[in-house]
Each structure stands twice: as structure tokens, then as C-alpha cells.
């Protein structure tokens, strides 16, 4: 049987074995089963048990054997050469695959720039660089209508695995998006000068962030802020323009903490149960529809971001008529108004 070149073959099969990691010996049985799959469909065999292939490393020549007895068809070198060659191919996309796979597995929890590619039916096909990610439904902010071509910054949400293999998975939903859109806009918390403690987000509606900062001399607020309000108004520009960004200190003091997470709404009064971990807040009437929000949104990301249960009351209003509780909608009659809070709370 003619043999494939050696040159071809040999290079074909180093260029694998190293170039992609990719152990030579795990190449050539897998070129084998190939011919062996090859020679089936092109000339039959019933009992497969009883065929083996005899591969050349070398040469690449390949050969037919039932039991001992050569029975390697005429003119099999051609489709055996063929069948090699798209394996190597093959192994190589595999190899290059699994390499930026195991290349953003490290960047789980970053951010990336990417660009909107395609629609795969609900999902979003987002070309990141090296690769192309999706975006499912749930990682989708419910405020954004995405378009062809349109670039935006995504969170690597991980890796996993679906019907067509190993799939990266990116957000804008998530959390993790504002933490790392304020690590690239404020250099405080690039450096770890400022600390995000917590963060609570409603995608394309609001977000509530306490920092933290124990260096003398460094305001986490203001720094998170910016002048003017330029870093704050970066992250929401990014965000798509829409959603509100609260940013307020972080404290021990769980009282003051829930005033702060409250913010806009002011001159709250704070009653604490430490056994139930719940708290009493009383609101002046003018304040009441800043401190539950549209739709109770405002005393759901503040519950969420103390780890408080929090029960809103009216300062005028009977206890048994108070205002509903973080999470449920408000008491018929006590609908709050439409309010446009700042973007970001004062320190």
C-alpha cells in the first residue's frame, strides 16, 4: 500500500503532540479507530471484534489485519490518508477549544468586553475575543433590548457544561458586573484601599452597594462617587443608563446601617429584634413612599443588603395599619409615589 509522506504525516502529528498537548499516542489510536470506521462503511465487516489497524507513526502507512491476515483493500492508502488527516484537523479544534476553555476558567468572576454576535432563539451568542460565549435568558437585565454588533461589558458568570459541550456563560444580570465595572472605574477599589462589602442588585432597576474602608484619610463614598459624580455615572453608563446606583457606608452599628441602606428616604427611626434578626422602621408620612420604593424595590434591597427583615411604618399610621414589610407590596392606601432618588447617597 502506498504510504502517506512522511514529512506530511510526522509533521501533522508533532504539530499536535506539541504544539496543542496533546499526547501523540492518544492521536494515533484515535487515527486508527477512524480508519477502522472508515473501512466499515466503505466495505462492511461483521465482525468487528476480529479487525485491528497496524498505523505507521511514522510513515503514517496503515494497514487492515482480521486476526493475522492482511486483508487491507487496494487503493485503501487514499482513504486512510483522508481519514487521518481530518482526525489531526479534528484533535486540533478539540485542543484549541479546551485551551481557551482552561484560559477563562481563571477569569471566572471578571469582567470582559465583548460584542453582541447573533441570537440563538432566547439566548445571546457574544463574541469575547478568543471564543464565543452565550448569555441565557436569567443572566439577560430585564431593562436592555440587545442588538447585532452591539458592544457591552459582560461578567464571566462560569463554565458549563450543555448539550453541545462546555459552554462559557457571561451576565448582565449579574452583581458581579458592578463590582467589577467599580474596580475598573475607582482606582480606591482597584488598589483595595475601598472594600464593596455587600452589594444587592435588580438588574435594570437599582443596585445598593456599602463600602468599607479602614485607611485613615479615605472616604469610601466619595471615592466610589468620584467628582461630580464622573465614576458613579461611568458604572451607569455602562449598566445602560437606566439603573440606579445607591452607594452608602458600610457600619457594625445595624441601625445605622439600615438607615443608610433606607436612603433616600430621612429622619427614620429604628427598632431593633435581635432574636428574630427584624426591624421596626418608622417613616415620617412625606417619607414613606422614598423609603419602600417603587413596588417595595427600595426596602427589598435593603433588607437584602443588611440581612435584615425590615417592616416600614408610617409615623402617623396605627402599627396595625402599618406599611408592609420588606418584599411585600405595599397596603392598599399606601401606594408609594413615583419618586427619581439620586443616583448615588451621600456619605
Given amino acids: 500500500m502506498?504510504?502517506?509522506?512522511?514529512?506530511?504525516?510526522?509533521?501533522?502529528?508533532?504539530q499536535v503532540a506539541t504544539e496543542r498537548g496533546i499526547d501523540p499516542s492518544v492521536v494515533v489510536e484515535t487515527i486508527k479507530?477512524?480508519?477502522?470506521?472508515?473501512?466499515?462503511k466503505d466495505y462492511g465487516a461483521d465482525e468487528l471484534e476480529t479487525l485491528t489497524v497496524d498505523l505507521n507513526p511514522d510513515t503514517g502507512e496503515a494497514k487492515?489485519?482480521?486476526?493475522?491476515?492482511?486483508?487491507?483493500?487496494?487503493?485503501?492508502?487514499?482513504?486512510?490518508?483522508?481519514?487521518?488527516?481530518?482526525v489531526?484537523?479534528?484533535?486540533?479544534?478539540?485542543?484549541?477549544?479546551q485551551a481557551v476553555l482552561t484560559d477563562f476558567q481563571a477569569k471566572v468572576g471578571t469582567i470582559v468586553s465583548g460584542m453582541?454576535?447573533?441570537?440563538?432563539?432566547p439566548n445571546v451568542i457574544v463574541d469575547i475575543g478568543r471564543t464565543q460565549a452565550i448569555m441565557p435568558p436569567q443572566e439577560q437585565s430585564q431593562g436592555e433590548r440587545y442588538h447585532l454588533n452591539q458592544r457591552l461589558t459582560f461578567y464571566i458568570e462560569g463554565i458549563r457544561e450543555t448539550a453541545r459541550g462546555n459552554e462559557i456563560i457571561v451576565s448582565r444580570a449579574h452583581k458581579?458586573?458592578?463590582?467589577?465595572?467599580?474596580?475598573?472605574?475607582?482606582?480606591?477599589?482597584?488598589?483595595?484601599?475601598?472594600?464593596?462589602?455587600?452589594?444587592?442588585?435588580?438588574?435594570?432597576?437599582?443596585?445598593?452597594?456599602?463600602?468599607?474602608?479602614?485607611?485613615?484619610?479615605?472616604?469610601p463614598v466619595g471615592s466610589c462617587v468620584g467628582q461630580k459624580g464622573v465614576r458613579v455615572q461611568a458604572v451607569i453608563s455602562e449598566l445602560g443608563g437606566s439603573e440606579k446606583v445607591d452607594i452608602i457606608q458600610?457600619?457594625?452599628?445595624?441601625?445605622?446601617?439600615?438607615?443608610?441602606?433606607l436612603a433616600p428616604a430621612k429622619d427614620l427611626d429604628v427598632s431593633l429584634d435581635e432574636k428574630k434578626k427584624a426591624a421596626t422602621v418608622l417613616v415620617p408620612d412625606d417619607q414613606l413612599s422614598l423609603a419602600i420604593g417603587r413596588d417595595g424595590q427600595n426596602v427589598r434591597l435593603a433588607a437584602k443588603l443588611t440581612g435584615w427583615k425590615i417592616d416600614i411604618r408610617g409615623k402617623g399610621t396605627p402599627k396595625e395599619g402599618g406599611t408592609p414589610e420588606a418584599g411585600e407590596p405595599p397596603a392598599e392606601g399606601k401606594k408609594p409615589k413615583t419618586s427619581k432618588p439620586s443616583d448615588a447617597t451621600p456619605e
Fill in 116 to 121: 453582541v454576535l447573533r441570537f440563538d432563539g
Fill in 88 to 97: 489531526i484537523l479534528q484533535r486540533i479544534r478539540e485542543a484549541e477549544k
Fill in 33 to 40: 479507530a477512524a480508519i477502522l470506521a472508515a473501512y466499515r
Fill in 64 to 86: 487492515i489485519f482480521r486476526d493475522t491476515k492482511d486483508i487491507t483493500p487496494p487503493g485503501f492508502g487514499r482513504i486512510a490518508a483522508q481519514t487521518a488527516k481530518q
Fill in 2 to 14: 502506498p504510504a502517506i509522506v512522511r514529512s506530511e504525516f510526522s509533521l501533522a502529528l508533532n
Fill in 176 to 219: 458581579g458586573l458592578v463590582e467589577g465595572l467599580f474596580r475598573r472605574e475607582v482606582p480606591e477599589v482597584a488598589q483595595g484601599s475601598v472594600e464593596l462589602r455587600v452589594i444587592a442588585r435588580e438588574a435594570g432597576g437599582r443596585t445598593k452597594i456599602a463600602v468599607y474602608s479602614n485607611q485613615s484619610g479615605v472616604d
Fill in 250 to 261: 458600610w457600619t457594625e452599628d445595624p441601625r445605622q446601617f439600615i438607615i443608610a441602606a
